[in-house]
Protein backbone atom coordinates (compact mmCIF):
# COMPACT_ATOMS: atom_id res chain seq x y z
CA UNK A 1 0.00 0.00 0.00
CA UNK A 2 2.31 2.49 0.80
CA UNK A 3 4.50 1.38 -2.26
CA UNK A 4 1.28 2.19 -4.24
CA UNK A 5 1.08 6.07 -2.94
CA UNK A 6 4.71 6.14 -3.25
CA UNK A 7 3.84 5.41 -6.97
CA UNK A 8 0.80 7.64 -6.99
CA UNK A 9 2.96 10.82 -5.74
CA UNK A 10 5.87 10.14 -8.24
CA UNK A 11 3.57 10.06 -11.24
CA UNK A 12 1.62 13.04 -9.62
CA UNK A 13 4.91 14.70 -9.65
CA UNK A 14 5.51 13.85 -13.03
CA UNK A 15 2.78 15.04 -14.75
CA UNK A 16 2.36 17.75 -12.59
CA UNK A 17 5.67 19.37 -14.71
CA UNK A 18 3.67 19.19 -17.94
CA UNK A 19 0.20 20.99 -16.03
CA UNK A 20 2.41 23.47 -14.90
CA UNK A 21 3.68 24.13 -18.99
CA UNK A 22 0.13 24.49 -19.92
CA UNK A 23 -0.96 26.46 -16.64
CA UNK A 24 2.31 29.07 -17.33
CA UNK A 25 0.75 29.39 -20.60
CA UNK A 26 -2.44 30.67 -19.83
CA UNK A 27 -1.19 32.85 -17.21
CA UNK A 28 1.29 34.69 -19.50
CA UNK A 29 -1.50 35.51 -21.94
CA UNK A 30 -3.94 36.65 -19.05
CA UNK A 31 -1.33 38.39 -17.20
CA UNK A 32 -0.12 40.89 -20.81
CA UNK A 33 -4.19 40.33 -22.07
CA UNK A 34 -6.19 40.64 -19.15
CA UNK A 35 -8.07 37.79 -21.19
CA UNK A 36 -8.45 33.90 -20.32
CA UNK A 37 -8.19 31.99 -23.36
CA UNK A 38 -10.16 29.42 -22.99
CA UNK A 39 -8.84 27.28 -26.28
CA UNK A 40 -5.62 27.36 -24.71
CA UNK A 41 -5.68 23.79 -23.90
CA UNK A 42 -6.84 23.14 -27.56
CA UNK A 43 -3.64 24.74 -28.79
CA UNK A 44 -1.59 21.79 -26.40
CA UNK A 45 -4.04 19.11 -27.72
CA UNK A 46 -3.18 20.31 -31.32
CA UNK A 47 0.41 19.94 -30.72
CA UNK A 48 -0.26 16.62 -29.06
CA UNK A 49 -1.61 15.83 -32.31
CA UNK A 50 1.35 16.79 -34.17
CA UNK A 51 3.47 14.19 -32.37
CA UNK A 52 1.08 11.65 -33.45
CA UNK A 53 1.15 12.44 -37.05
CA UNK A 54 5.07 12.44 -37.17
CA UNK A 55 5.07 9.65 -35.26
CA UNK A 56 2.79 7.21 -37.28
CA UNK A 57 3.93 8.88 -40.67
CA UNK A 58 7.41 9.15 -40.33
CA UNK A 59 8.03 6.69 -37.96
CA UNK A 60 10.59 9.44 -36.46
CA UNK A 61 10.44 10.14 -32.54
CA UNK A 62 7.32 12.22 -31.59
CA UNK A 63 10.00 14.90 -30.01
CA UNK A 64 10.91 15.60 -33.61
CA UNK A 65 7.33 17.20 -34.13
CA UNK A 66 8.29 20.43 -32.01
CA UNK A 67 9.22 22.09 -35.18
CA UNK A 68 6.04 21.47 -36.40
CA UNK A 69 4.12 21.92 -33.30
CA UNK A 70 5.49 25.02 -32.95
CA UNK A 71 4.56 26.08 -36.32
CA UNK A 72 1.11 24.86 -36.00
CA UNK A 73 0.24 26.27 -32.95
CA UNK A 74 1.97 29.21 -33.37
CA UNK A 75 -0.20 30.00 -37.06
CA UNK A 76 -3.35 29.30 -35.10
CA UNK A 77 -2.46 31.81 -31.50
CA UNK A 78 -1.80 34.31 -34.36
CA UNK A 79 -5.33 33.84 -35.95
CA UNK A 80 -7.03 33.68 -32.37
CA UNK A 81 -5.06 36.87 -31.32
CA UNK A 82 -5.86 38.86 -34.71
CA UNK A 83 -9.58 38.10 -33.72
CA UNK A 84 -9.58 38.88 -29.69
CA UNK A 85 -7.91 41.85 -31.16
CA UNK A 86 -10.61 42.66 -33.02
CA UNK A 87 -13.57 43.02 -30.50
CA UNK A 88 -13.52 46.82 -29.20
CA UNK A 89 -16.22 46.61 -26.58
CA UNK A 90 -15.44 44.67 -22.88
CA UNK A 91 -12.98 42.49 -24.20
CA UNK A 92 -12.83 40.43 -21.24
CA UNK A 93 -15.71 39.06 -21.18
CA UNK A 94 -16.03 39.12 -24.98
CA UNK A 95 -12.82 37.09 -25.50
CA UNK A 96 -14.22 34.32 -22.80
CA UNK A 97 -17.15 33.70 -25.52
CA UNK A 98 -14.19 33.87 -28.67
CA UNK A 99 -11.90 31.73 -27.51
CA UNK A 100 -14.37 29.32 -26.06
CA UNK A 101 -16.13 28.88 -29.44
CA UNK A 102 -12.74 28.49 -31.10
CA UNK A 103 -11.89 25.68 -28.54
CA UNK A 104 -14.99 24.13 -29.63
CA UNK A 105 -13.95 24.53 -33.26
CA UNK A 106 -10.55 22.62 -32.79
CA UNK A 107 -11.79 20.06 -30.91
CA UNK A 108 -14.26 19.40 -33.56
CA UNK A 109 -11.12 19.51 -36.50
CA UNK A 110 -9.45 17.18 -34.31
CA UNK A 111 -12.24 14.76 -34.13
CA UNK A 112 -13.35 14.84 -37.42
CA UNK A 113 -9.13 14.77 -38.82
CA UNK A 114 -8.05 11.84 -36.12
CA UNK A 115 -11.43 10.25 -34.92
CA UNK A 116 -11.97 9.63 -31.38
CA UNK A 117 -9.69 6.95 -30.69
CA UNK A 118 -7.34 7.36 -27.51
CA UNK A 119 -3.78 7.78 -28.38
CA UNK A 120 -0.46 7.40 -27.22
CA UNK A 121 3.61 7.06 -28.15
CA UNK A 122 4.65 3.76 -29.40
CA UNK A 123 8.07 4.06 -29.35
CA UNK A 124 9.72 1.61 -26.97
CA UNK A 125 12.21 3.90 -26.03
CA UNK A 126 9.84 6.32 -24.20
CA UNK A 127 7.74 3.25 -22.60
CA UNK A 128 10.98 2.14 -21.20
CA UNK A 129 10.32 1.40 -17.64
CA UNK A 130 13.26 3.57 -15.48
CA UNK A 131 13.27 2.02 -11.85
CA UNK A 132 14.37 4.92 -8.83
CA UNK A 133 13.88 2.51 -5.75
CA UNK A 134 10.49 1.02 -5.11
CA UNK A 135 8.97 3.90 -7.65
CA UNK A 136 9.10 3.29 -11.90
CA UNK A 137 8.34 5.85 -14.12
CA UNK A 138 8.55 5.28 -18.03
CA UNK A 139 11.29 7.20 -19.67
CA UNK A 140 8.93 9.23 -21.37
CA UNK A 141 7.82 11.08 -18.35
CA UNK A 142 11.06 11.79 -17.13
CA UNK A 143 12.02 13.73 -20.02
CA UNK A 144 8.75 14.84 -20.11
CA UNK A 145 9.29 16.24 -16.75
CA UNK A 146 12.84 17.44 -17.19
CA UNK A 147 12.19 19.69 -20.46
CA UNK A 148 9.15 21.30 -18.03
CA UNK A 149 11.76 22.27 -15.19
CA UNK A 150 13.94 23.50 -18.43
CA UNK A 151 11.37 25.83 -19.77
CA UNK A 152 10.33 26.71 -16.98
CA UNK A 153 13.77 28.22 -16.19
CA UNK A 154 14.08 29.77 -19.22
CA UNK A 155 10.63 31.40 -18.95
CA UNK A 156 11.52 32.87 -15.77
CA UNK A 157 14.72 34.51 -17.65
CA UNK A 158 13.03 35.35 -20.02
CA UNK A 159 10.50 37.41 -17.84
CA UNK A 160 13.26 38.38 -15.82
CA UNK A 161 16.43 39.38 -18.56
CA UNK A 162 14.81 39.82 -21.88
CA UNK A 163 13.80 43.67 -23.29
CA UNK A 164 10.40 41.69 -24.31
CA UNK A 165 10.21 39.86 -21.28
CA UNK A 166 10.42 43.17 -19.12
CA UNK A 167 7.78 44.54 -21.64
CA UNK A 168 5.36 41.59 -20.79
CA UNK A 169 5.55 42.17 -17.32
CA UNK A 170 5.43 45.93 -17.05
CA UNK A 171 1.85 46.24 -19.59
CA UNK A 172 1.00 42.99 -16.64
CA UNK A 173 1.57 45.79 -13.72
CA UNK A 174 0.23 49.02 -15.56
CA UNK A 175 -0.55 48.93 -18.77
CA UNK A 176 -0.62 53.17 -18.99
CA UNK A 177 3.37 53.67 -17.46
CA UNK A 178 4.16 51.00 -19.35
CA UNK A 179 3.18 52.70 -23.03
CA UNK A 180 4.66 56.35 -21.48
CA UNK A 181 7.96 53.63 -21.49
CA UNK A 182 8.01 53.63 -24.58
CA UNK A 183 6.53 50.04 -24.80
CA UNK A 184 3.86 48.77 -27.55
CA UNK A 185 0.72 47.37 -25.74
CA UNK A 186 -0.25 45.55 -28.93
CA UNK A 187 3.15 44.10 -29.92
CA UNK A 188 3.56 43.06 -26.25
CA UNK A 189 0.48 41.25 -26.25
CA UNK A 190 0.92 39.66 -29.53
CA UNK A 191 4.73 38.32 -28.04
CA UNK A 192 2.90 36.92 -24.92
CA UNK A 193 0.63 35.17 -26.53
CA UNK A 194 3.05 33.53 -28.86
CA UNK A 195 5.39 32.76 -26.05
CA UNK A 196 2.32 31.02 -24.24
CA UNK A 197 1.62 29.45 -27.52
CA UNK A 198 5.08 28.46 -27.72
CA UNK A 199 4.99 26.53 -24.07
CA UNK A 200 1.45 24.86 -24.90
CA UNK A 201 3.42 23.37 -28.14
CA UNK A 202 6.28 22.05 -25.85
CA UNK A 203 3.22 21.04 -23.48
CA UNK A 204 1.34 19.27 -26.27
CA UNK A 205 4.44 17.00 -27.18
CA UNK A 206 5.31 16.15 -23.94
CA UNK A 207 2.24 15.23 -23.07
CA UNK A 208 1.75 12.77 -25.78
CA UNK A 209 5.20 11.00 -25.15
CA UNK A 210 3.85 10.42 -21.39
CA UNK A 211 0.38 10.30 -21.51
CA UNK A 212 -2.94 9.22 -23.60
CA UNK A 213 -4.55 11.88 -25.66
CA UNK A 214 -8.15 11.98 -26.91
CA UNK A 215 -9.89 14.97 -28.96
CA UNK A 216 -11.71 16.12 -25.64
CA UNK A 217 -9.33 16.62 -23.59
CA UNK A 218 -8.41 19.91 -24.66
CA UNK A 219 -11.23 20.90 -22.87
CA UNK A 220 -9.95 19.27 -19.59
CA UNK A 221 -6.32 20.70 -19.95
CA UNK A 222 -7.94 23.95 -19.81
CA UNK A 223 -9.94 24.01 -16.98
CA UNK A 224 -6.79 22.23 -14.87
CA UNK A 225 -4.53 25.33 -16.15
CA UNK A 226 -7.04 27.35 -14.86
CA UNK A 227 -7.53 25.35 -11.29
CA UNK A 228 -3.75 25.47 -10.99
CA UNK A 229 -3.80 29.28 -11.83
CA UNK A 230 -6.22 30.62 -9.33
CA UNK A 231 -4.43 28.05 -6.85
CA UNK A 232 -1.12 30.23 -7.14
CA UNK A 233 -2.19 33.25 -7.90
CA UNK A 234 -0.93 34.71 -10.98
CA UNK A 235 2.81 36.24 -11.85
CA UNK A 236 4.81 33.56 -10.03
CA UNK A 237 6.47 30.50 -11.63
CA UNK A 238 7.68 28.24 -8.48
CA UNK A 239 3.76 29.14 -7.18
CA UNK A 240 2.54 27.33 -10.59
CA UNK A 241 4.42 24.86 -10.70
CA UNK A 242 3.93 23.90 -6.99
CA UNK A 243 -0.04 24.12 -7.40
CA UNK A 244 0.67 22.08 -10.38
CA UNK A 245 2.20 19.29 -8.70
CA UNK A 246 -0.69 19.42 -6.46
CA UNK A 247 -3.02 18.80 -8.55
CA UNK A 248 -1.13 16.29 -10.24
CA UNK A 249 -0.90 14.17 -7.10
CA UNK A 250 -3.93 14.37 -5.78
CA UNK A 251 -5.26 13.40 -9.30
CA UNK A 252 -2.98 10.15 -9.24
CA UNK A 253 -4.07 9.61 -5.15
CA UNK A 254 -7.47 9.45 -6.45
CA UNK A 255 -6.89 7.23 -9.02
CA UNK A 256 -4.79 4.87 -6.70
CA UNK A 257 -7.11 4.35 -4.28
CA UNK A 258 -10.28 5.36 -5.57
CA UNK A 259 -11.50 5.26 -9.46
CA UNK A 260 -9.99 6.78 -12.49
CA UNK A 261 -13.28 8.09 -13.28
CA UNK A 262 -13.20 10.51 -10.36
CA UNK A 263 -9.55 12.08 -11.56
CA UNK A 264 -11.25 14.98 -13.32
CA UNK A 265 -13.50 15.44 -10.02
CA UNK A 266 -10.69 15.23 -7.58
CA UNK A 267 -8.91 18.71 -9.26
CA UNK A 268 -12.59 20.33 -8.63
CA UNK A 269 -12.91 19.30 -4.94
CA UNK A 270 -9.46 20.41 -4.15
CA UNK A 271 -10.10 23.66 -6.21
CA UNK A 272 -13.07 24.46 -4.09
CA UNK A 273 -11.63 23.17 -0.69
CA UNK A 274 -8.46 25.52 -1.25
CA UNK A 275 -11.25 28.35 -2.26
CA UNK A 276 -12.85 27.55 0.43
CA UNK A 277 -10.33 27.97 3.04
CA UNK A 278 -8.08 30.24 1.06
CA UNK A 279 -9.49 32.17 -1.06
CA UNK A 280 -6.54 33.96 -2.19
CA UNK A 281 -4.87 30.86 -3.57
CA UNK A 282 -2.56 28.55 -1.79
CA UNK A 283 0.49 31.33 -2.04
CA UNK A 284 -1.11 34.60 -2.43
CA UNK A 285 -1.64 37.04 0.67
CA UNK A 286 -1.69 39.64 -1.34
CA UNK A 287 -4.76 41.13 -3.76
CA UNK A 288 -3.11 44.03 -5.52
CA UNK A 289 -3.96 45.35 -9.09
CA UNK A 290 -1.21 47.47 -10.71
CA UNK B 1 10.90 73.17 -28.17
CA UNK B 2 7.07 72.25 -27.56
CA UNK B 3 4.11 74.14 -28.86
CA UNK B 4 0.45 73.81 -29.20
CA UNK B 5 -1.68 75.85 -31.49
CA UNK B 6 -5.14 75.95 -30.92
CA UNK B 7 -5.50 72.36 -29.42
CA UNK B 8 -8.52 70.89 -28.30
CA UNK B 9 -9.44 67.80 -25.99
CA UNK B 10 -11.49 66.38 -24.24
CA UNK B 11 -13.33 63.22 -23.22
CA UNK B 12 -16.18 61.89 -25.37
CA UNK B 13 -18.43 65.13 -26.02
CA UNK B 14 -16.81 66.98 -23.18
CA UNK B 15 -14.41 69.14 -24.10
CA UNK B 16 -11.88 69.57 -21.30
CA UNK B 17 -9.48 72.38 -23.00
CA UNK B 18 -10.07 74.93 -25.64
CA UNK B 19 -8.34 76.18 -28.44
CA UNK B 20 -5.31 76.31 -25.78
CA UNK B 21 -2.13 77.82 -27.66
CA UNK B 22 1.22 77.73 -24.85
CA UNK B 23 5.04 77.33 -26.09
CA UNK B 24 6.59 76.05 -23.67
CA UNK B 25 11.16 77.33 -24.57
CA UNK B 26 14.12 74.77 -25.04
CA UNK B 27 16.23 74.51 -21.46
CA UNK B 28 13.31 76.30 -19.69
CA UNK B 29 11.15 75.04 -16.95
CA UNK B 30 7.08 76.27 -17.58
CA UNK B 31 5.27 75.64 -14.90
CA UNK B 32 1.31 75.15 -15.13
CA UNK B 33 -0.70 75.58 -12.34
CA UNK B 34 -4.46 75.89 -11.07
CA UNK B 35 -7.00 75.00 -9.27
CA UNK B 36 -8.87 71.30 -9.51
CA UNK B 37 -10.28 70.69 -13.33
CA UNK B 38 -8.53 73.29 -14.51
CA UNK B 39 -7.50 70.47 -17.58
CA UNK B 40 -3.80 70.22 -16.55
CA UNK B 41 -3.37 67.34 -16.75
CA UNK B 42 -5.74 66.42 -19.09
CA UNK B 43 -2.93 68.72 -21.20
CA UNK B 44 0.03 66.46 -20.78
CA UNK B 45 -2.67 63.88 -21.55
CA UNK B 46 -3.16 65.16 -25.03
CA UNK B 47 0.27 65.97 -25.03
CA UNK B 48 1.29 62.31 -25.00
CA UNK B 49 -1.69 60.73 -27.14
CA UNK B 50 -3.22 59.57 -24.05
CA UNK B 51 -6.33 61.78 -24.95
CA UNK B 52 -7.22 62.60 -28.74
CA UNK B 53 -7.04 65.71 -29.37
CA UNK B 54 -8.00 68.77 -32.37
CA UNK B 55 -5.26 71.36 -33.06
CA UNK B 56 -1.92 70.55 -33.48
CA UNK B 57 0.96 69.62 -31.45
CA UNK B 58 4.71 70.71 -32.34
CA UNK B 59 7.78 69.08 -30.73
CA UNK B 60 10.87 70.75 -32.24
CA UNK B 61 9.10 72.50 -34.53
CA UNK B 62 7.51 69.14 -36.29
CA UNK B 63 3.85 68.03 -35.88
CA UNK B 64 3.70 65.24 -33.54
CA UNK B 65 1.72 62.48 -34.69
CA UNK B 66 2.93 59.52 -32.84
CA UNK B 67 1.31 57.05 -31.19
CA UNK B 68 2.35 57.58 -27.24
CA UNK B 69 4.56 54.50 -27.07
CA UNK B 70 6.80 56.04 -29.99
CA UNK B 71 7.10 59.53 -27.70
CA UNK B 72 9.99 58.21 -25.29
CA UNK B 73 11.85 56.99 -28.23
CA UNK B 74 11.79 60.52 -29.54
CA UNK B 75 12.75 62.21 -25.96
CA UNK B 76 9.20 63.09 -25.04
CA UNK B 77 8.74 61.52 -21.08
CA UNK B 78 5.88 61.87 -18.85
CA UNK B 79 6.13 61.10 -14.95
CA UNK B 80 2.40 60.65 -14.25
CA UNK B 81 0.21 61.61 -11.84
CA UNK B 82 -0.05 59.30 -8.75
CA UNK B 83 3.87 58.19 -10.03
CA UNK B 84 2.19 54.67 -11.63
CA UNK B 85 5.46 52.77 -10.66
CA UNK B 86 5.59 48.57 -11.61
CA UNK B 87 4.90 47.82 -7.98
CA UNK B 88 5.55 44.05 -8.09
CA UNK B 89 8.66 44.96 -9.87
CA UNK B 90 12.09 46.04 -7.99
CA UNK B 91 13.17 49.24 -8.30
CA UNK B 92 15.94 48.57 -10.04
CA UNK B 93 13.76 47.24 -12.76
CA UNK B 94 11.36 50.11 -12.74
CA UNK B 95 14.45 52.22 -14.12
CA UNK B 96 15.37 49.45 -16.82
CA UNK B 97 12.25 49.48 -17.79
CA UNK B 98 12.51 53.56 -18.02
CA UNK B 99 15.71 52.99 -20.86
CA UNK B 100 13.23 50.96 -23.34
CA UNK B 101 13.60 53.07 -26.03
CA UNK B 102 15.77 51.76 -28.06
CA UNK B 103 18.33 54.12 -28.74
CA UNK B 104 18.72 54.47 -24.72
CA UNK B 105 19.34 50.46 -24.19
CA UNK B 106 23.10 50.95 -24.70
CA UNK B 107 24.02 53.33 -22.18
CA UNK B 108 21.66 51.38 -19.59
CA UNK B 109 24.91 51.24 -17.11
CA UNK B 110 25.60 55.19 -17.63
CA UNK B 111 21.86 56.11 -17.04
CA UNK B 112 21.40 53.91 -13.87
CA UNK B 113 24.25 55.89 -12.46
CA UNK B 114 23.47 59.02 -13.44
CA UNK B 115 19.67 58.13 -11.72
CA UNK B 116 21.44 56.73 -8.72
CA UNK B 117 23.79 60.18 -8.46
CA UNK B 118 20.60 61.67 -8.27
CA UNK B 119 18.22 59.96 -5.96
CA UNK B 120 21.26 57.79 -3.63
CA UNK B 121 17.69 56.69 -2.09
CA UNK B 122 16.95 54.49 -4.67
CA UNK B 123 20.26 52.84 -4.97
CA UNK B 124 19.69 51.95 -1.54
CA UNK B 125 16.30 50.26 -2.77
CA UNK B 126 17.40 48.97 -5.55
CA UNK B 127 16.31 45.58 -4.63
CA UNK B 128 13.17 46.10 -3.08
CA UNK B 129 9.63 45.84 -4.66
CA UNK B 130 8.45 49.55 -6.17
CA UNK B 131 5.38 48.83 -4.10
CA UNK B 132 6.99 49.14 -0.81
CA UNK B 133 8.38 52.48 -1.12
CA UNK B 134 6.95 55.59 1.04
CA UNK B 135 5.20 58.27 -1.26
CA UNK B 136 7.94 60.46 -1.43
CA UNK B 137 10.17 57.51 -2.79
CA UNK B 138 7.90 55.97 -5.35
CA UNK B 139 8.00 59.72 -6.77
CA UNK B 140 11.40 59.79 -7.09
CA UNK B 141 11.74 56.15 -8.55
CA UNK B 142 8.79 57.95 -10.85
CA UNK B 143 11.26 60.91 -11.60
CA UNK B 144 14.43 58.39 -12.16
CA UNK B 145 12.49 56.15 -14.46
CA UNK B 146 11.81 58.88 -16.49
CA UNK B 147 14.87 60.40 -16.73
CA UNK B 148 16.78 56.35 -17.70
CA UNK B 149 15.74 57.48 -21.47
CA UNK B 150 17.47 60.83 -21.18
CA UNK B 151 14.29 63.13 -22.37
CA UNK B 152 14.33 66.49 -24.32
CA UNK B 153 11.52 67.29 -22.53
CA UNK B 154 10.17 65.79 -19.22
CA UNK B 155 6.06 66.50 -18.35
CA UNK B 156 5.69 65.75 -14.79
CA UNK B 157 2.41 65.95 -13.19
CA UNK B 158 1.50 66.70 -9.62
CA UNK B 159 4.48 65.92 -7.79
CA UNK B 160 3.85 67.21 -4.76
CA UNK B 161 0.41 65.45 -4.63
CA UNK B 162 0.27 63.73 -1.21
CA UNK B 163 3.83 64.24 0.17
CA UNK B 164 4.86 65.57 3.41
CA UNK B 165 6.27 69.48 3.31
CA UNK B 166 10.03 68.25 3.87
CA UNK B 167 9.68 65.61 0.87
CA UNK B 168 8.18 67.86 -1.66
CA UNK B 169 11.00 70.45 -0.31
CA UNK B 170 13.16 67.36 -1.65
CA UNK B 171 11.95 66.33 -4.83
CA UNK B 172 11.94 70.18 -6.27
CA UNK B 173 15.05 70.65 -4.91
CA UNK B 174 15.73 67.73 -7.65
CA UNK B 175 13.67 69.32 -10.39
CA UNK B 176 15.66 72.58 -9.83
CA UNK B 177 18.62 70.40 -10.42
CA UNK B 178 17.60 69.06 -13.55
CA UNK B 179 16.89 71.97 -15.21
CA UNK B 180 20.20 73.14 -14.50
CA UNK B 181 21.54 70.66 -16.17
CA UNK B 182 19.52 71.59 -18.95
CA UNK B 183 16.45 69.47 -19.13
CA UNK B 184 13.48 71.43 -20.91
CA UNK B 185 10.96 70.72 -17.65
CA UNK B 186 6.76 71.36 -17.85
CA UNK B 187 5.41 70.95 -14.67
CA UNK B 188 1.83 70.94 -13.48
CA UNK B 189 1.12 71.69 -10.19
CA UNK B 190 -1.46 72.94 -7.68
CA UNK B 191 0.88 74.27 -5.09
CA UNK B 192 1.50 77.96 -6.62
CA UNK B 193 4.30 78.62 -4.48
CA UNK B 194 6.47 75.92 -5.09
CA UNK B 195 5.93 75.68 -8.52
CA UNK B 196 6.80 79.30 -8.62
CA UNK B 197 10.27 78.89 -6.86
CA UNK B 198 11.47 76.71 -9.99
CA UNK B 199 9.76 78.12 -12.49
CA UNK B 200 11.16 80.47 -15.37
CA UNK B 201 7.89 80.69 -17.06
CA UNK B 202 3.90 80.52 -15.11
CA UNK B 203 0.99 79.48 -17.59
CA UNK B 204 -2.07 79.70 -15.04
CA UNK B 205 -5.32 77.70 -16.27
CA UNK B 206 -9.00 77.74 -15.18
CA UNK B 207 -11.85 75.94 -17.09
CA UNK B 208 -9.67 74.89 -19.86
CA UNK B 209 -7.84 77.69 -20.99
CA UNK B 210 -5.40 79.56 -19.56
CA UNK B 211 -5.82 82.91 -18.33
CA UNK B 212 -2.47 83.89 -17.68
CA UNK B 213 0.89 83.50 -19.16
CA UNK B 214 4.04 85.70 -17.57
CA UNK B 215 7.99 84.82 -16.86
CA UNK B 216 7.70 83.48 -13.34
CA UNK B 217 10.10 86.75 -11.81
CA UNK B 218 6.89 88.99 -13.10
CA UNK B 219 3.91 87.09 -11.26
CA UNK B 220 2.23 88.98 -8.91
CA UNK B 221 1.57 86.54 -6.45
CA UNK B 222 -1.49 88.24 -5.32
CA UNK B 223 -3.20 89.15 -8.99
CA UNK B 224 -1.84 85.32 -9.58
CA UNK B 225 -4.39 84.10 -6.65
CA UNK B 226 -7.09 85.67 -7.32
CA UNK B 227 -7.24 84.24 -10.97
CA UNK B 228 -6.71 81.31 -9.70
CA UNK B 229 -9.64 81.31 -6.79
CA UNK B 230 -11.81 83.12 -9.45
CA UNK B 231 -11.92 86.37 -7.10
CA UNK B 232 -12.87 89.52 -8.03
CA UNK B 233 -8.98 91.67 -8.09
CA UNK B 234 -9.83 94.11 -5.36
CA UNK B 235 -9.14 97.32 -5.64
CA UNK B 236 -8.28 96.72 -9.52
Request: overall charge positive; hydrophobic content about 50%.
Amino acid sequence: MTDLILQALFSGVLIGGVYALVALGLALSFGAMRIINLAHGELVLLAAYCAYLVETRTGLDPYAAIPLALLVVAGVSAVLFLMIDRIRQDRELNSLILTYAVGIILTNAILLAFASDVRSTASPTLQDAVTLGSVYAMTGEIIAFGLSLVLMVALWWWLKRSWYGRAVRAVSSNRAAATLMGISPGRTELVAFLVAGALASFAGVALYTMSVIQPALGHALTVKAFVITVLAGVGSIPGVFLGALLLGVTEALTVTLASSALQDLAGMVLFLVVLFLLPNGLFGARARRG
Amino acid sequence: MLETRRLRAGYGHITVLWDLSLRFRAGALTAIVGPNGAGKTTLLRALTGLVPHAGEILFQGERLVSRTSDLAGAGLVMVPEGRMVFRDMSVEENLHLGAYPKRCRGDLGASLDRVYGLFPRLRERRRQAAGSLSGGEAQMLAMGRGLMSAPRVLLIDEPSLGLAPVIVKEVFEIIARLKQEGTTIVLIEQNTRVALGVADDVHLMRGGRVLLSEPAARVDLDRLHDLYFAREAQGA
